[in-house]
């Protein structure tokens, strides 16, 4: 079992800044791909940007160019830098990590954080 616990939500001014961190814990060593999610008030859960153990990332268009994600293995740790925020970021975001049970003794499993609140306000 990995548990993912996420921190620095928060209220802040559009064009202000944020940094949201996801540190896993338990069964880390069969995690592949780390990540966060959102989901806003009345729509659906969106993928905001994911990164490989290796370090490769994606972002969704709308994050791309303002949000960064990096990962640090040692620490089982993501972390989720958010510029130029607008309000329309204001959402739950969700830290999410993916076992795809490649590696030996792994299985497949998907896990996810409690979410944090992030909201931008105009």
């Known amino acids: 079992q990995v548990q993912l616990v996420e921190s620095g939500g928060g209220l802040v001014q559009a064009g202000g800044s944020l940094r949201l961190s996801c540190a896993a814990s338990g069964d880390t060593m069969c995690i592949d791909d780390m990540g966060w999610y959102r989901q806003a008030p009345g729509k659906e859960r969106e993928l905001v940007a994911q990164?490989?153990?290796?370090?490769?990332?994606w972002y969704a268009d709308s994050m791309e160019g303002r949000f960064t994600l990096s990962r640090d293995n040692a620490k089982n740790t993501v972390y989720l830098q958010m510029n130029s925020l607008i309000p329309e970021d204001t959402a739950v975001y969700y830290c999410?990590?993916?076992?795809?049970?490649?590696?030996?003794?792994?299985?497949?499993?998907?896990?996810w954080g409690q979410g944090i609140q992030v909201t931008v306000s105009s």
């Open positions: 999410n990590a993916d076992q795809f049970g490649l590696q030996a003794m792994c299985t497949p499993e998907t896990y």
């Open positions: 990164i490989t153990r290796g370090g490769d990332t």
